[in-house]
């Protein structure tokens, strides 16, 4: 078989495309935060993971600014050799101060972040990985990385103690999970996860990328929120959500902290964080503790736009963040909404399988503090519109029938094929 030959026969993308429904990939030519430039129209920015609205804020955008101008505009190495600026282990310090931890570790990216530790302590002899089946694919990728194969899925907290009761103790366990997951909004039960910890010993690892910046006092995440923040070995949050920036990091003690720098892959082989990106981070991290206002905005604007969007009859399947699904289920329908939205004002984007199971489709929307009660009337206006042009599901994603493991090129036809092209049409290409 010719290598590239799954890249000729690719042809999903295109098929979307011809039928006039491909919501992706948008080319943004300006933004400031809660608004966006897209083919010369101003858009109300409803699909974006900048919670706090701090990607404009004066203090980020002069220490970014400033870095630059001292740092130059990347680190040329990986931080193992000439990349490793003061401003990395400056924020470093202040990570672990903040967070509760020991020590902590940047990384380029927060996806470069998973990967690697997960991947580096999913490695250990014998080691056997528990990943909740709503985790991050960097999550997954992490444990598909791990040299060990023995990586387990389960749903809830009870499906892991039934796994997880097999055996008296699991000190060779990593249980790997989101502390908010980032489709859907619902938070982790990382209370009950420690309950099982206490009792059969496992390693906790915590993607927290989207509870840390939103939940806890001053936003330092989803285990402070719950009151277990020192029973989680590693803790990992990225800079590229509330921290405005791009970028990720992990805490936790020292000693494993100092065991990831010198053998986690993924910074060792990796350039550095650029220097701007550092500088912007550090000042939103400085914002976050010293400005509670931005949080009040933040939970007042989320809470507004979800009594709107509910009362419209869209169902947000009990999130508790500021990210609000709207639980659309057919994929097809899902994107003809957004792309409607769009022409509409309103920018927001599609969750289709793999992000969420098959048939079970949401706009994923976010609310930010930079919102106004303007912006969000326009994006629930546009709602109310689509609303009336679509039929709404009427049961919740909780009460369908799990949906069956699929291939995505059977997810797209499936969606052209409720789109109205027939099967002719899709054998020849064209819709």
């Keep these: 078989m010719d290598i590239l030959e799954p890249c000729y026969g690719y042809r999903e993308s295109q098929l979307v495309k011809m039928a006039g429904i491909f919501p992706y990939f948008q080319p943004i030519s300006s933004s400031d935060g809660p608004t966006v430039t897209v083919d010369g129209r101003t858009l109300v920015m409803l699909g974006s993971n900048n919670y706090l609205g701090l990607t404009h804020h004066k203090d980020v955008l002069k220490e970014a600014h400033a870095a630059l101008d001292r740092y130059g505009t990347g680190c040329t190495g990986s931080r193992f050799l000439n990349g490793n600026l003061d401003i990395h282990e400056q924020m470093e310090k202040e990570l672990a101060e903040f967070t509760g931890k020991e020590a902590a570790l940047v990384f380029g990216s927060g996806f470069l972040a998973n990967l690697g530790v997960v991947g580096l302590l999913g490695s250990a002899p014998d080691a056997v990985i528990f990943s909740a089946s709503e985790n991050h694919a960097s999550l997954y990728d992490g444990a598909r990385m791990a040299l060990s194969p023995r990586t387990r899925v389960y749903r809830d907290v009870a499906d892991l103690e039934r796994q997880l009761s097999k055996k008296a103790s699991w000190s060779n366990a990593l249980v790997v999970t989101d502390g908010v997951f980032s489709m859907t909004g619902r938070v982790a039960d990382l209370r009950g996860i420690v309950e099982l910890k206490r009792r059969y010993g496992f390693c906790l690892y915590v993607d927290d990328a989207h509870g840390f910046g939103v939940l806890g006092q001053n936003g330092r995440g989803t285990a402070a929120s719950q009151g277990v923040n020192d029973e989680v070995d590693v803790l990992f949050g990225t800079f590229s959500k509330s921290l405005a920036s791009a970028g990720g990091f992990v805490a936790g003690e020292a000693r494993v902290i100092e065991y990831l720098r010198h053998r986690t892959r993924t910074l060792i082989f990796s350039a550095g964080l650029p220097p701007a990106s550092t ?10 503790r010293t400005d509670p206002t931005i ?128 099967l002719d049409d899709l054998a020849a290409g064209s819709v």
Excluded at 279 to 288: I, P
């Design 279 to 288: 500088g912007a981070a550090h000042a939103a991290l400085n914002v976050m």
């Design 295 to 422: 949080f009040t905005r933040m939970w007042e604007n989320a809470e507004y736009f979800r009594k709107g969007v509910e009362k419209i009859g869209y169902q947000t399947l009990g999130t508790a963040t500021p990210i609000i699904p709207l639980f659309i289920g057919s994929e097809a329908r899902a994107f003809r909404m957004c792309c409607d939205a769009i022409a509409l004002g309103m920018f927001a984007t599609p969750a289709v399988y793999p992000a969420v199971p098959k048939g079970h489709a949401v706009i994923r929307t976010s609310v930010t503090a930079a919102h106004t009660r303007e912006q969000l009337d326009m994006g629930l206006s546009v709602l109310a519109t689509l609303a009336e042009r679509y039929p709404l599901p009427s049961v919740d994603a909780a009460t369908l029938p799990p949906a069956r493991d699929t291939d995505l090129a059977d997810t797209v036809k499936q969606m052209l094929l409720e789109h109205g092209a027939s």
